[in-house]
């Protein structure tokens, strides 16, 4: 997945430091063998789409207290081991970002593609066939919506 | 919420941002005077946007202390690299307004309570020590559950030979000094490699990561240390060290490494 056709794949700031979890989101995607690749776009739409459930699933996994079920399991490794608030953040996340999902697809599948694909607001247009800003406007909402739905949810469990 | 509702609100939004501020609420009230709904939405969206352009800033992947990051009454301001117990940043306290060295332990330990345990009994009984050529360990603190130290911040570099000969001595002696104290304390180093040693501008010796190192290490870690660990435990045989294990770690600065 790095430098996946020659181009960058990151944004700055956003490295995939663990090998191992390039190895296991490599070793999933290489399964969906059978699946017709269409275009670039649709191989990196997949790709973060996979680093997503990745990371969820780990994050749930160690919120239920134990390393995600699963036949591959992912060795400890620092970058992936999340603290507990890391586990709970992005489970929560990733909550908000299924109900988001439902009335707004686009803009949730915007944050997958930035947020867990690491994609330039580039490579997010090219995937979702829009222009640049709309990317640039989708994410700038969609981050506000989360951080207001995020901020709520942290409230109700205070309370 | 709605599919068409929250195209509703999307529209306003937008077209109420390009407002200034001061001018909201009226192009607001003008907007929508019948959709109470929509307009609170959209209010409730612009109280929510100052600080959103930096949410979801870093990486899921990414555990990294930024600048500026407190942790208790240190304020980190910089990478200093990765340890072999993690990473290390330089910091300030604030209330001593000094600069030391941070570690944040590799999160994983948050989940085993004995290491916590075992972890907190050896770092007080090193940070008990008192050593010109042992950086320092000043406190343990906590964050987001996985603890991290303050250390003593040295200026210097890492010990790197080939020594002319007097100079090896010299170090030497220095180390087998610190080492000394610390065995009288019942602490054994167990990882006393080049990197671990600093020399100061002014020639003097600090010995890092002491006794952290082994309770540091994660289950599972790679052959390489397993090996590593074997070879010391050959060297001294009980807990509490021998003269075999002192006289190996003094052959560091001999050694052309």
């Not at chain 1, 988001?100 to 803009?107: I, Q």
Request: aromatic share 6%; hydrophobic share 40%; glycine share 8%.
């Amino acid at each position: 997945m790095r430098g996946c056709g020659g181009q960058r794949m990151e944004r700055p700031g956003h490295t995939l430091q663990t090998t191992a979890l390039v190895n296991e989101a490599y070793l999933k995607l290489m399964n969906h063998a059978q699946v017709d690749w269409q275009n670039r776009a649709h191989f990196l739409g997949i790709a973060a789409q996979l680093m997503r459930h990745i990371l969820v699933d780990h994050a749930r996994g160690l919120c239920r207290g134990k390393q995600g079920g699963g036949a591959q399991h992912l060795p400890l490794d620092e970058g992936l081991v999340f603290s507990p608030r890391k586990s709970a953040a992005l489970v929560a996340l990733d909550d908000a970002l299924i109900e988001f999902a439902k009335f707004d697809a686009r803009k949730a599948k915007v944050v997958e593609l930035r947020y867990f694909g690491g994609m330039s607001v580039e490579e997010t247009a090219e995937v979702l066939g829009v222009h640049p800003n709309t990317v640039i406007s989708d994410w700038s909402l969609a981050k506000i919506w989360l951080k207001r739905e995020l901020s709520r949810e942290a409230a109700r469990n205070a309370g | 919420m709605q599919a068409d509702l929250w195209k509703k609100v999307e529209e306003l939004f937008q077209a109420v941002q390009a407002e200034p501020p001061d001018k909201r609420a009226d192009f607001l009230n003008q907007a929508c005077p019948d959709d109470p709904e929509v307009r609170a939405e959209v209010q409730s969206l612009l109280d929510a946007a100052p600080g959103a352009a930096s949410f979801l800033d870093s990486s899921p992947l990414s555990s990294a202390l930024t600048p500026g990051a407190k942790l208790g009454h240190f304020e980190i301001l910089g990478s200093l690299g990765r340890g072999g117990m993690g990473e290390v940043y330089r910091a300030r306290d604030s209330r001593l307004k000094r600069e030391v060295a941070i570690k944040v332990l590799p999160v994983s330990f948050a989940r085993d309570p004995d290491r916590i345990t075992r972890f907190e009994r050896e770092a007080r009984a090193v940070a008990a020590l008192n050593h010109p050529h042992i950086a320092t360990l000043y406190e343990v603190g906590d964050h987001e559950g996985s603890p991290y130290l303050a250390l003593e911040l040295v200026d210097g570099r890492p010990l790197k030979g080939p020594l002319p000969v007097k100079q090896a001595i010299e170090y030497g002696i220095q180390m087998a000094d610190a080492l000394a104290a610390a065995h009288a304390a019942g602490i054994v180093h167990r990882d006393p490699k080049p990197a671990n040693i600093l020399v100061t501008e002014k020639g003097s010796v600090k010995l890092l990561d002491f006794g952290l190192v082994k309770l540091a290490e994660q289950e599972g870690a790679p052959a390489w240390r397993a090996r590593q660990a074997t070879w010391h435990q050959s060297r001294s045989k009980a807990r509490r060290p021998t003269r075999a294990a002192i006289s190996s770690p003094s052959a560091a600065p001999c050694t052309n490494c």
